[in-house]
C-alpha cells in the first residue's frame, strides 16, 4: 500500500499492485486496472518511487539492484 494526497489535501492508502497508469496532465492521474482514476498532489516520479519501494517491501522485486559485469 502506498500513501498519497489528493488535491484538496486529504490523504489516502491505495494497494499499488492495482495501478495501471500514471500520467501527469500536468496534475498526477493515477488510473487502476478497473478504470477508476485518482488525481494526486505528488509528482510522477514519485509515485513510481511509492510503487517501486512497495514492491520491494512485498519481495515483487529484487532487495538491490547490482548490475553483474560492473
Not at 494526497?5 to 489516502?12: A, C, D, E, I, S
Amino acid at each position: 500500500m502506498i500513501s498519497l494526497t489528493q488535491l484538496n489535501g486529504n490523504t489516502f492508502t491505495l494497494n499499488a499492485i492495482y495501478i495501471e497508469q500514471i500520467q501527469s496532465f500536468p496534475d498526477t492521474t493515477i488510473t487502476l486496472t478497473i478504470g477508476k482514476k485518482f488525481v494526486v498532489k505528488e509528482s510522477e516520479e514519485e509515485v513510481a518511487q511509492l510503487i517501486s519501494e512497495f514492491y520491494r517491501n512485498i519481495t515483487l522485486l529484487p532487495l538491490s539492484q547490482k548490475k553483474e559485469g560492473l
